[in-house]
């Protein structure tokens, strides 16, 4: 069995000893307070009695203007009332997988919580997926149990679900767990009606039940099993993988815990610091950073099932006290939103006047993606200082945080985690052992030493459900340890940070020239009139591949009228190489995003590989 010494990490290596690394953070794993590497739900307990919380309330919840206050005893017995009924009534066993497909709420965490209690495995679905991509997911985890809203049930489960191995549907609504009175919960019902009675109490192929009843009537039970934290899994979760091919992450109780213990001293975390979830619990940033934060380390998360409009995040944090501070894990948009929300009331002046957000948010951290400095300037301007985080969902996420005290250097990875190592692979032969890590007798350091970014660590998942080959190709050992290939390609400073600059699968080749999307969105950004930018590659039968931007004008600014695609692409020649400026520049009212806030580059660019197969011309 793995333990922490396992996880030893060169005490030489450049991070250490460059002069960034962030007084009072131990460079080990094993060094870190209070760190015990124990199943989910002990882990949880264990939180409760150290930190004194068990009549603490852990969990806001809002719906509308109105706050849901749970306290953690409560939401212990409502866990284990769930798991009770999973194990007794359904069958459930360690190991057996139960999808959850809810937005973040009370309902979702009682869910999690219970899976954890029993030793089942819980898989993480996203709300808004399609049912295609409903059906893949939980044919790809065979879920035996299927926990949804209510109101998605005609959507597409109802379709979905004979098609799978699931035999047991529980049916809940938001409003399940809020106690507020008669009228309040009347104006409640308005904006979140109940769909109950379109959801069949059984069918042929599934029989259903309704959460709220579970846990009304089943008589809680002490149940024990035997869980290795380190070889069960704990979670199922999507990922597109480093291919972009959907497959199923499986993360330990270890994976999770251990990721937690290593973001604690980075970021100070406290308890009762209250940590903002409005990125979803289906992905493991929301779950690590909000949920199992809060949990496992004693915070109190406050919960909205979608993010808010700004003026509703504004208006929660005035009606909440923060004696520790708020944290706010998110992604680049949730952040510029923020920013412009401030802006459009005035300025700075203005805001600081009506709302207290900006003296209770002592961090934030960013992630999912890159963060730009026309999003970073102005919001640390108005709030606090903003580090760039980095992960995946295959290391359950968190790799790398920029220190937020001390020096630190922007536009960049960050260090790596108290017990992570990572180093410069060559990206198309990792035998050949890395360009660059860290170590004297590896100092590659710079651009011109670009290759693919890997990572060790008691993060890294299990592997992938079923999938022998991927974790072949993406799961390798080298010098004792076990590297995650990241797919993504960067290069080592003499400080230890790294700089991304693409996915290697988003790389665009034009006419041999390696042309980065991001670097390119990040100069498109310093216009004065563009908002937002997504940038893909599109075949070319003279250079091979083109590049397409896709542009958002500043509120104000119009196509057209105020700027033409040729003004910005004349920009474009003096700002930046020949080969990096879009050969296509298109703009759209807005850019698709996920759930989690990232851009879907890929979706703008199948629409005109699309329109490129049927012989059309591409915009721009």
Known sequence: MPSLEDFLVDENKVWFTGGYWPEGVPYQLKDVEGIEITPMWEGFIKSANDNDAWDVDICYFVVGSYIERVKLRDLFE????????LYDTLGIRKGDCVAIDLPNSINFVVAYMGCMYIGAVAQGINPTYRPMELLHSLQMTDAKVFVMMDALYIAGPNSVLPKTKVKYVISTNLLDFVTADEQTFAALRKNVPDFQGSVPDETEHFKVYRMKKVIEETEPKEIKVEIDPWTDPAVYLMTGGTTGLPKVAMLSHANLVS???QIKPWVNLKPRMITIGSIPFFHSFGMTCVMNGALTLGMTMLLFPKPPPDEQLCETINKIDAPEGIMYTGVEMLFKRLTDFAESMGGEEEFKKKYDFWKKLKYATQGAGPLHDYVRIPFEKIFCPIRVGY?????????????FWGPTKVGKLGLPLPGTDWAIFPSDDFEAGPICDGTPERNNFGIEHTGEICVAGPQVMLGYLGKQKEQEDNIKYWNGKRWLLTGDIGFMDEHGFIEIRDRKKSLI???????????VEELM???????EVAVAGLPDEMTGEAVKAWVTLKKGYKA???ITAEQLK???????????????IEFVRKLPVSMTGKVQRRELQ?????????????KG
């Open 78 to 85: 409502m866990a284990k009332k769930f798991g009770t009924f």
């Open 259 to 261: 990721n937690l213990y």
């Open 391 to 403: 992960g995946l969902t295959e290391t359950t996420p968190v790799v790398s945080i920029n220190p």
């Open 509 to 519: 080749k034009v006419s041999g020239h390696s042309v980065f999307p991001k670097e």
């Open 525 to 531: 950004g310093h216009h004065e009139m563009v908002d």
């Open 560 to 562: 057209g009228k105020d």
């Open 570 to 584: 004349e920009w474009c020649l003096n700002n930046m190489a020949k080969w990096k400026t879009p050969k296509y």
């Open 606 to 618: 199948e629409k005109d590989l699309e329109k490129l197969k049927k012989g059309k011309q591409i």
